[in-house]
């Protein structure tokens, strides 16, 4: 139960399901321009507002999460203990996950892969080899190469041939087909700085795929002492091997987050324990440290992108099952400052989490409009990495901040439809992904703009996952763990 008097955070529930709705949109933007994804449109071009739209909302969404994740996690600290808090976490969190490790990982899996196949179809009649090439379909590019397709048609952007694609992917087949139908090894893309296959190869630590381009340019092979791990900048932009060794669960895909949160958590509560031994009930929390998680997530920050090897803006994606440090303490800043921000108040007296993000409109106008521009142009444009890693760091702060002024004037109080959005968002997160990969691959070749599919993506994945929320969740054992136990009023099947 709640302790007397103390009010229930409309705000920040609403802000927090805020930021797992967004998921939707953001995983339908991927479609849309070229990304390494399940789907890619008919559409799909750098020409639209999609990697933008990704880029400036993947910047702050999961640190707002984060944030806000901190911030209930003290509350419940403080007002049941400990032990209930760890209890609170194992129902709400460990549980869904675990259960989503048998259901929802596999679905996306499965759904994944029927997307790429039903893509190959279109791409053989449209004479597109890189996308077949990205597809994996073996067949489907040996007919269009017999077809006379040239096999050196590059993209737009960026410039870069079927091979440069292979090597992406690390296909080793389709590399050695490539090469076999004269595709050139030491082929230099149009931008990003003359890429080679090998270098894309190498980049991404695909080992068969690399000594096959070694081999083909006439290059000294690697010695046999020598592994091409010892060789510096081997597979700085893929994922460390030796996580994917440890679980046959190669991904956890959009459930990285409960994941973490259960680190966040584990830590979380080994600092309680030590402050409920202080102060038994209460706790000491050092409030002072909490403005020091600004400055220090600029140091995970620097470790994105490899270190700068790559642009990237945000976080890397870190899903397997060891996290990745940097990753990690990267978002463990935003849940320090959340869970340091409870309770505590500032030289007038008044609680931070009622003042912070004043005046909101200036903080959000000045996060979106004016340090989001020149972040991306100096990750993507100008690569100059530590300029662009202070205003990310800017920029995700500002948006935390900013969003929650913006949601403390718009929500002071409880309103019933927000209240039902808030409630459903964490179920309408858990089973998007599959649903989005589904609906990407039913329009990809839909003749229709962009825009219309990507709202209609959009519309009809979130629509049915709160029908599923209504009819099979809100009021069953589902609902009970993700929410707590919700009673059906005489008043409305939809209040709880």
């Given at each position: ?333 935003f849940f320090t400052f959340g869970a340091l921000m409870y309770g ?153």
């Open positions: 139960m709640r302790e007397p008097g103390r009010k229930r955070r409309h705000d920040l529930d609403a802000l927090r399901g805020f930021a797992m709705l967004l998921g939707v949109g953001l995983h339908a933007a991927l479609a849309f321009f070229p990304a390494p994804w399940w789907v890619q449109d008919r559409t799909s071009s750098f020409d639209g507002p999609y990697d933008e739209f990704l880029w400036a909302v993947h910047g702050f969404r999961m640190p707002v999460f984060f944030l806000m994740s901190g911030f209930f996690t003290a509350l419940l600290w403080r007002r049941r203990g400990l032990r209930s808090l760890l209890g609170h976490r194992l129902r709400r969190v460990a549980l869904p996950l675990l259960i989503g490790l048998v259901t929802l990982v596999p679905a996306v899996d499965w759904v994944g892969e029927r997307a790429v196949v039903a893509q190959a179809e279109p791409l053989v009649e449209s004479g597109d080899i890189i996308g077949l090439v990205f597809v994996g379909d073996i067949e489907g590019v040996e007919g269009l190469l017999d077809r006379g397709v040239d096999i050196e048609t590059r993209t737009e952007p960026g410039g870069w041939t079927s091979l440069h694609a292979a090597a992406f992917t690390g296909n080793a087949e389709m590399v050695e087909l490539l090469i076999s139908r004269g595709a050139k090894p030491a082929v230099t893309a149009d931008a990003s700085d003359g890429e080679t296959p090998l270098g894309l190869a190498f980049h991404f630590g695909h080992e068969e795929a690399t000594d096959l381009l070694v081999a083909h340019e006439g290059r000294d092979p690697l010695p046999e002492s020598m592994e091409w791990s010892d060789i510096p900048g081997w597979a700085e932009g893929a994922e460390d091997p030796e996580e994917d060794r440890l679980t046959q669960i190669e991904h956890l895909h959009h459930l990285w987050f409960l994941w973490f949160l259960l680190w966040l958590v584990a830590g979380f509560a080994v600092v309680a324990a030590i402050a409920d031994r202080r102060e038994p009930g209460r706790g000491v929390w050092p409030g002072r440290v909490m403005w020091l998680m600004i400055p220090l997530t600029l140091i995970p920050q620097l470790e994105m992108g490899g270190g700068g090897s790559y642009p990237i803006f945000g976080s890397d994606t870190s899903d397997a099952l060891l996290p990745l440090p940097h990753v990690l303490a990267y978002y463990a800043t505590r108040r500032n030289r007038k007296g008044n609680l931070l989490v009622e003042t912070i993000g004043r005046p909101w409109w200036l903080v959000l106008s000045v996060s979106f409009l004016v340090v989001l521009p020149f972040g991306l142009h100096f990750t993507f444009v100008e690569f100059q990495w530590q300029v662009a890693s202070v205003l990310q760091v800017l920029y995700a702060w500002g948006m935390c901040f900013g969003l929650m002024g913006l949601f403390r004037v718009l929500l002071p109080r409880e309103r019933r439809g927000i209240r039902y959005l808030s409630d459903s968002a964490y179920w309408v997160y858990l089973v998007h992904l599959p649903l989005v990969v589904a609906a990407q691959m039913l329009v990809f070749d839909w003749d229709l703009f962009a825009g219309v599919k990507f709202l209609l993506i959009c519309g009809v994945v979130t629509a049915v996952s709160l029908l599923s929320y209504q009819a099979f969740v809100r009021y069953t054992p589902i609902g009970a763990m993700l929410n707590g136990k919700k009673v059906r009023t005489a008043r409305s099947g939809a209040s709880g």
